[in-house]
């Protein structure tokens, strides 16, 4: 078994799921993290693995590009995965998590294990290999700079959504539904007609809060704030974030005009996020605009909406399909910092780029996931060339299409789900080196 300790920056979602990959084939790690001595905008909690945006990892069914990408992180024994499933709270479709819990399943599984150490610093350089830099898009200091000379940085604006109490919802108004009659995990804010253009004519005139550098052309599409949805046009947020589609009003026995969707955001049930709200407004507009929602008259604000901006690498031509840097195979990135997306495809990265660094160091070959895997496929988009690379969640697209032809879409994403669960478990069995 390789004796070199390897070196973790980065104690998010990816680096844990990275270092979790490494001490289970018998590699000890330094998992370094700026947390709690420094903490950027955006972090709250000294936990790993923190959530600084929703609560929810999107999809969980296989008919879906997330929530395939899930059963493969569980069937590979991802540890983020795992602790989200020990951690789940009600949201339908969807796997959505009691932030403190899941991260403090993720936090003790690392400190009880014998294999990792805790470093709690602000990194300046690289560090000696072999090493595996998972700073997220909030990367500071001096390592900010090295990264940016050698790997070339871009970036974009990233918004989250506000937080109320459960205590000051008025359920006289809202209604508790998941979308066509899939359970009831979702509370629910009608709005009519009248109550619609006059949310839209209070988010267009609000006050937002300066952020610097930022452009609007340097938003991500997958999360845009509210009222950058709203100055599309005054029904795109009706198609969008508010669209009352599978939802029936239990007073009027109809479809509201629009809906603004209200998910649980911890196991008591105490605090319920905005359901693609995420914005930059001032806080008092926040207040006052958010109120004007039925439901949300008296509502208590356990956070407020943020808006920071995400730094990611131009990882094409510098990261091959392992999350490796060409050339130098004994140091690794993985993570937002890459380009890829969301909570699942950050653990992704780090489940691959783990592996693939694990193998390298038992001197076997690093694991090739199949293209026509989630994994492999994300992997694939980041290494790929591309003179317009911007991150990318996980979809169906990244796939091979199938050779033969399956009539309707859910049909067809399930066949394609089949076929990436059938690839991997043939890659595992394959690998018995590093999956058993």
């Known amino acids: 078994m390789p004796e070199a300790r390897v070196q973790v920056i980065g104690a998010g979602l990816a680096g844990c799921e990275a270092a979790w990959q490494?001490?289970?084939?018998?590699?000890?790690?330094?998992?370094?993290?700026?947390?709690?001595?420094?903490?950027?905008?955006?972090?709250?909690?000294?936990?790993?693995?923190?959530?600084?945006?929703?609560?929810?990892?999107?999809?969980?069914?296989?008919?879906?590009?997330?929530?395939?990408?899930?059963?493969?992180?569980?069937?590979?024994?991802?540890?983020?995965?795992?602790?989200?499933?020990?951690?789940?709270?009600?949201?339908?479709?969807?796997?959505?998590?009691?932030?403190?819990?899941?991260?403090?399943?993720?936090?003790?599984?690392?400190?009880?294990?014998?294999?990792?150490?805790?470093?709690?610093?602000?990194?300046?350089?690289?560090?000696?290999?072999?090493?595996?830099?998972?700073?997220?898009?909030?990367?500071?200091?001096?390592?900010?700079?090295?990264?940016?000379?050698?790997?070339?940085?871009?970036?974009?604006?990233?918004a989250a959504a506000p937080i109320v109490t459960a205590q000051s919802i008025n359920r006289d108004i809202v209604f508790r539904a998941s979308r066509y009659g899939r359970g009831d995990d979702y509370l629910n804010c009608p709005l009519d007609e009248r109550q619609y253009q006059a949310f839209i004519d209070a988010l267009l005139e609000a006050q937002c809060a300066p952020v610097r550098d930022f452009e609007e052309g340097q938003l991500f599409e997958g999360c845009l704030p509210i009222e950058s949805i709203a100055r599309r046009g005054r029904m795109a947020a009706a198609y969008g974030p508010l669209k009352p589609v599978g939802l029936i009003d239990p007073r009027t026995?109809?479809?509201?005009?629009?809906?603004?969707?209200?998910?649980?955001?911890?196991?008591?049930?105490?605090?319920?996020?905005?359901?693609?709200?995420?914005?930059?407004?001032?806080?008092?507009?926040?207040?006052?605009?958010?109120?004007?929602?039925?439901?949300?008259?008296?509502?208590?604000?356990?956070?407020?909406?943020?808006?920071?901006?995400?730094?990611?690498?131009?990882?094409?031509?510098?990261?091959?399909?392992?999350?490796?840097v060409i050339g130098q195979p004994l140091r690794f990135y993985a993570g937002q910092i890459t380009g890829v997306e969301g909570y699942v495809e950050s653990t992704a990265s780090g489940l691959v780029a783990g592996l693939s660094l694990a193998a390298r160091l038992m001197g076997c070959p690093a694991p090739d996931f199949p293209h026509t895997t989630a994994m492999g496929a994300l992997a694939a988009y980041v290494a790929a060339p591309n003179r317009h690379f911007q991150p990318m969640n996980i979809n169906f697209g990244l796939l091979p299409q199938l050779t033969e032809r399956v009539r309707g879409k859910r049909q067809r994403y399930g066949a394609l789900a089949q076929r990436a669960l059938d690839d991997l478990r043939a890659l595992m069995t394959a690998r018995k080196d590093l999956f058993e």
């Open 22 to 158: 490494l001490v289970s084939r018998g590699i000890p790690v330094t998992l370094v993290d700026m947390k709690p001595r420094v903490k950027s905008p955006a972090h709250v909690s000294d936990l790993f693995a923190e959530l600084v945006c929703s609560n929810s990892l999107r999809g969980d069914r296989l008919e879906n590009a997330p929530g395939l990408l899930k059963q493969e992180l569980r069937e590979a024994g991802s540890l983020i995965l795992r602790a989200a499933d020990q951690a789940r709270v009600p949201a339908g479709g969807a796997l959505a998590v009691d932030r403190e819990r899941f991260s403090g399943h993720v936090t003790k599984a690392l400190l009880d294990h014998p294999l990792v150490q805790v470093d709690s610093r602000l990194v300046e350089d690289f560090p000696e290999e072999p090493f595996l830099i998972a700073t997220g898009p909030l990367t500071a200091g001096g390592l900010a700079q090295r990264i940016a000379q050698q790997a070339g940085s871009l970036h974009f604006f990233d």
């Open 253 to 324: 026995g109809k479809e509201p005009f629009a809906v603004v969707q209200l998910r649980q955001d911890d196991a008591a049930a105490s605090l319920y996020n905005l359901v693609g709200f995420q914005t930059r407004l001032r806080f008092p507009e926040q207040k006052r605009v958010f109120g004007l929602i039925p439901g949300l008259e008296r509502a208590e604000f356990a956070r407020y909406g943020v808006m920071h901006r995400n730094t990611f690498i131009n990882s094409p031509g510098f990261l091959d399909r392992h999350f490796s």
